[in-house]
């Protein structure tokens, strides 16, 4: 349907007049979440007069969710957040027309045509993949989309007005809660407690309780190989001879060697016949604190600039622990520390977590057998929160690393920030608001809305100045090199002769890029598809090149300076890739083995392969092949193009120039520094729940 048409009134004036409130009754708009940000929402959107709102929400109502989302009662829980929202509101604005989904948006069903069928979308999400969609979908259908998120106390509401404003991927923004660690440093160097925390969560507890499986907790603790075995052959001739030299030899042998000890350490960690339950809780213990400690601090080399860990000892914390621990284990509450009297908020002794420890594996083994071989963690689930926390603490007292309390430890490991019902309700009016200016005509009055934590100096000469927790500004133009609303390079840098096509795709571009079905084809004549609307035959050959390396691959394979044309047609999106193959890429720096950057390739890429460079000046390969009688675009067109751009990046810059002489003039006024938000922009990617339920729910700066 897309934005209303302009008015003659102003900004707010607008607002009493008799055009704009039969606007609002008839406009259709689709709220996408229905949390934390989404009750607000609603609840503002029906009092101000909105009647036609359809929402979705894949989410089930939990009971760490009524303390702050104010349409649900205990008696919801477990049934979907959207509907109940829905019936909800009527109850209060029986007027309201409101239509729930229990789906995702990312469904098929909610594409580019049923975007078309909306006013205006609004966003209270809780995840970037799903922005990062519904995004696209808005770019690609023209309408309107008004963004927003909380973290705590602050707060943001963006407007993203396609050819007016820059859209919500303009900006990289980096995932902080999705970050990677090298096992390496999980395994054997932690210095940060959240370190110890994701060992806890992501090793320790699905090598104990969840799918049996040799995981990384059972390699090998990076035991130095004995320099002998790596001595040349004595006659390196009849090496030769053999077509074996003796490094390869060696390096085999050190393979097996491995193999054979993590085999045996998953051994381990299974019960044996006959064994209580208690014995085995203090043989895991002695083993992970113990013996695994001395073996790292034997690695001399790791602490040459660090102390080296010291072990603990289960009989020196607990001497007697059958008596110690029996309440806690046989309680009926699920939750050992609670059963100790231990509180939330407040550091344990390190006897009581090695007591929360031993407790929490047997209640897992007496009370949750069922659960056993499958189980997951769960930030709702106090039992798993008691043992990640315990046992992430006594690891962290190894390393000399600051213990946490339960209360933090599980936001930690449920990437949790703790909602403020307030904040929510804040950003909720803003959103409402922002979206009448839209539908009003009025975008020019249209803000990027910020709230803070610390006032600072707003408004202007003309309506007064006045300290103030929202602060506003004017939304940046869109950006011609944006992969979403302008054209668009990406630059990936991989081991070809390594990576599969199968890693691409699953980390670069749907992880990554959250492309969510991707085509991709080169000049040189290869292609790969995905979607539901493939013969079984096209599938079936798209699937067979999935294990092969990049290199390996049809039509010249994905080498050093091919350009990849990739697209998703569900998004309506496309963008080229320009592959650079490096050998060996640091793992500390990049543990997820691959570097991208929105840059295009360098003079030496070009050089070696001119061809694609030649096809990057002619178009889009993709476009080329689909429509192979297209015009060239004309010199004159190229030429206003770069102008354009040149004009955009001047513009960029005296937008910043402006903003940093009224921020200084704010902290000239106030006597004080401008809070650091004054200096970044702040993204945040909360839907208000702040619960953990993704691993988004972060503030990003940028």
Not at 294 to 320: E, H
Not at 423 to 432: D, L, M, P, R, S
Request: hydrophobic share 40%.
């Amino acid at each position: 349907m897309g934005s209303a048409a302009a008015t003659a009134a102003p900004w707010p004036s607008v607002l009493w007049s008799g055009n704009f409130q039969d606007k609002i009754k008839k406009s259709k708009v689709l709220a996408v979440g229905a949390g934390g940000i989404g009750c607000e929402l609603l609840k503002t959107l029906v009092l101000s007069g909105f009647q036609y709102i359809e929402v979705i929400d894949l989410d089930t109502i939990e009971t760490s969710n009524l303390n702050r989302q104010f349409l649900f009662r205990r008696s919801h829980v477990g049934q979907s957040k959207a509907q109940v929202a829905a019936d909800v509101v009527k109850t209060f604005a029986p007027h309201a027309n409101i239509k729930a989904y229990q789906a995702n948006i990312k469904d098929s069903c909610f594409g580019v045509d049923f975007l078309k069928g909306f006013d205006i979308v609004l966003n209270g999400l809780d995840n970037m993949d799903a922005r990062r969609h519904v995004n696209r979908l808005c770019v690609a259908a023209g309408i309107p989309l008004v963004e927003s998120g909380t973290a705590g106390y602050v707060g943001q509401v963006t407007v993203h007005l396609k050819g007016q404003t820059e859209c919500y991927e303009c900006n990289p923004r980096s995932n902080i809660a999705q970050k990677t660690y090298p096992i390496c440093t999980l395994r054997n160097t932690p210095d940060k407690p959240i370190h110890c925390i994701v060992w806890a969560k992501e090793l320790l507890f699905p090598r104990l309780f969840g799918k049996m499986e040799i995981s990384d907790l059972d390699e090998a603790s990076a035991q130095p190989i004995s320099t002998a075995a790596l001595e040349p052959a004595a006659n390196p001739d009849a090496a030769a001879a053999d077509g074996h030299s003796a490094a390869a030899d060696a390096a085999a042998r050190a393979a097996q060697a491995a193999a054979e000890e993590a085999a045996e350490a998953a051994s381990f960690f299974t019960r044996h016949a006959g064994e209580s339950e208690l014995d085995y809780a203090v043989r895991v213990f002695d083993r992970l604190y113990n013996h695994d400690i001395q073996q790292v601090a034997g690695m001399k080399d790791l602490w040459k600039t660090r102390s080296a860990p010291t072990p603990l000892q289960s009989s020196q914390l607990i001497p007697n622990p059958a008596s110690a621990i029996t309440s806690a284990a046989g309680s009926a509450t699920s939750s050992p520390s609670k059963a100790l009297g231990l509180k939330d908020q407040t550091l344990w002794s390190l006897e009581d977590n090695a007591k929360v420890f031993l407790a929490s594996v047997i209640i897992y083994l007496t009370q949750r057998k069922q659960d056993l071989g499958s189980a997951v963690f769960d930030k709702d689930d106090s039992l798993a929160v008691d043992f990640v926390t315990a046992a992430s603490n006594l690891r962290s007292a190894c390393y000399d690393i600051p213990q946490q309390s339960l209360f933090d430890a599980k936001g930690m490991a449920g990437n949790i920030i703790h909602a403020i019902a307030t904040t929510n309700a804040i950003v909720g009016g803003i959103i409402a608001i922002e979206a009448m200016k839209v539908l009003a005509g009025c975008q020019q009055a249209c803000v990027t809305s910020f709230l803070r934590t610390e006032p600072s100096v707003v408004g202007s000469k003309r309506t007064g100045r006045m300290l103030g927790l929202i602060y506003g500004e004017k939304p940046s133009p869109p950006k011609p090199e944006c992969m979403v609303c302008g054209k668009a390079q990406l630059h990936v840098t991989v081991n070809t002769e390594t990576t599969t096509l199968g890693q691409l795709i699953d980390k670069v571009l749907k992880k990554r890029l959250a492309i969510n079905i991707p085509s991709l084809n080169t000049l040189g004549g290869f292609w790969y598809e995905e979607g539901e609307d493939l013969e079984e035959d096209e599938a079936e050959a798209s699937r067979i090149l999935l294990p092969k390396t990049l290199a390996s691959l049809p039509g010249g394979g994905l080498k050093h300076g091919t350009i990849v044309a990739v697209s998703d047609q569900s998004q309506a999106i496309t963008v080229d890739l320009i592959i650079t193959h490096q050998d060996v890429l640091d793992p500390e720096k990049h543990p997820d083995g691959f570097i991208l950057e929105g840059s295009g390739p360098d003079a030496k890429q070009e050089q070696q392969a001119p061809e694609q460079q030649q096809a990057t000046a002619r178009g889009h390969p993709a476009e080329q092949q689909a429509s192979a009688g297209r015009k060239k675009r004309s010199r004159e067109e190229e030429a206003g193009d770069a102008a354009k751009l040149a004009n955009s990046s001047h513009e960029q810059q005296q937008k910043k120039e402006e903003n940093a002489k009224r921020r200084k003039q704010a902290a000239d006024n106030t006597g004080a520094a401008a809070d650091a938000a004054d200096n970044v922009a702040v993204d945040l990617v909360n839907d208000g729940d702040n619960d953990g339920d993704n691993d988004d729910d972060v503030i990003e700066i940028d």
